[in-house]
């Protein structure tokens, strides 16, 4: 049986919300709340690294994306109209069912499997995203080992995580989940990466990081990117030239 990153107990707790995934109002309104602002940001990374034109309706034609941890596909579904061929792959068999029938009500061609990135045999993927995954799985220097043996020769790769701080532990956890924001039990804080440790997993991966760019969010303003990594950060990197 192959080694597996897969926490059992967090694949349930995320199984249970798959039906809701889509609402904008339900359990994953935060994410939906959060999604333009990071797919803005992944465009303009996904423009820097392959010298793509920023009006190009299509950056990623002709290219393989892989997601790990796509829950019911809302970071997939945007990379599949941005051109790309996309696998999504998530520990949950309930968020990959939801994920198959929004993506067939949308007309979209995903490849959405069940499982682990240690499953995968094709280290091939030119993009590999994992957004607010790696604080969820059980070794995070294996997982992070994994997505970069999915990345192909000149490929980028970009994840995200909340940040080990008093801020993340306060907003995310004392406020999100106490007010019922993000469903209670979501986040175990000691779970949180710092960035020098992330840093570290992903050159002992044995790639290189590109870019560093934090996530802030204000009542007022909502979400929004900038150098303050203190609440949550995306960290971005590809094979070393």
């Known amino acids: 049986m192959t080694d597996t990153t897969i926490d059992p107990n967090e694949a349930a707790h995320f199984g249970r919300l798959a039906a809701d995934w889509w609402n904008p109002k339900g359990s994953s309104a935060m994410l939906h ?9 992944l465009r303009e990374r996904i423009d820097a690294h392959w010298g793509s034109d920023a009006s190009a309706y299509a950056p990623l034609a002709g290219k393989r994306a892989l997601d790990v941890g796509c829950g019911a596909g809302l970071l997939c579904e945007p990379l599949a109209r941005m051109g790309a061929a996309v696998t999504g792959l998530d520990a949950a068999p309930e968020n990959i069912a939801a994920a198959k029938t929004h993506a067939a009500q ?68 004392t406020v999100a989940e106490g007010l019922g924001h993000i469903p209670r039990g979501t986040h175990d804080w000691s779970q ?14 044995g790639l290189a990081i590109a870019d560093m760019r934090g996530l ?21 990197a590809h094979h070393p030239v």
């Open 216 to 236: 802030r969010f204000s009542p007022l303003t909502g979400f929004a990117m900038g150098d303050d990594l203190s609440l949550n950060y995306f960290a971005v």
């Open 106 to 173: 949308s007309g979209l061609s995903i490849d959405y499997r069940t499982g682990s990135v240690e499953d995968l045999d094709d280290a091939s993927f030119d993009l590999v995203t994992s957004l607010e995954v790696i604080e969820h799985v059980s070794d995070p220097a294996a997982f992070v080992r994994g997505l970069a043996r999915a990345l192909a020769p000149g490929g980028l790769m970009i994840l995200s995580t909340p940040n080990r701080t008093a801020l993340s532990r306060i907003a995310l956890i």
């Open 33 to 41: 709340r959060l999604n333009p602002v990071r797919l803005g940001y």
């Open 192 to 205: 949180f990466l710092k960035p020098d440790e992330l840093r570290a997993l992903i050159s002992g991966a």
